[in-house]
């Protein structure tokens, strides 16, 4: 069965997550019920990662074997075509080897988390930022996320459903930068790492916020995170500011398509 690698965007918002879920919609049963319109019996298809119900994704990566031998753009094109209404799409598609395996060949992960600043409700982007009152302070939250970069024990930063066996990680980079927002401003959390505790992310935005708004010292993070206990971390924050924006592998599966990996939001 030849096998293809799926990259997919989606809105996370109407879904209980990637994950097929009984009785609950998620992203994984949209794709694969997209597919079983082109073949019956499509097995269950694999993820890079299992993203949270409300988070979002810009480039999740994902591959399936079908019986039937299909060139790369008709199948995303057909996939795209029954994905609707969904927000769902498939922007890219191409034929890989059985070694591929988009969870266990990735060699890197990135996330971006979006938090707004403004008294004002958000109104465009409801649904896909954090918001907060008040402007933070950006200098203290790199300070404070410079202690979580390297291999650490993340215990503190990771949920107690968490089924990784070992809590210890490296966070390759944490970049926090401040961007104009109408009435406000918008923060911007960048994290890189090969993989991710389960909420691992919005346990550490949650925390960086705290610094942010002056309840906590950059210090306070690397506290925390030597603590190695769930109940020294900040806050977690809300899913709907999350995005998956890109997965690398050794060798880029969509290379020969000419689509560039989305790394970030324009």
Known sequence: MPRYALRIEYDGVPFAGWQRQAGQPSVQEAVETALSKLEPDVPSIAAAGRTDAGVHAM????????????DPFRLSEALNWHLKPAPVAITACARVSHEFHARFSAVERRYLFRLVARRAPVTHDRGRVWQVLNRLDVAAMRAGAEYLVGRHDFTTFRSVMCQSNSPVKTLDDITV??????GGAEYRFALRAR????????SIVGTLERVGAGSWSPIDVKTALDAHDRAACGPVCPPQGLYLVGVSYLIDPFASTGEPVANDLP
């Open 59 to 70: 480039a999740q990566v994902a591959h399936c074997d079908l019986a039937k031998d299909w």
């Open 177 to 182: 930068t401040e961007h104009a927002y109408p």
């Open 195 to 202: 993989s991710f505790l389960h909420n691992q992310v919005r």
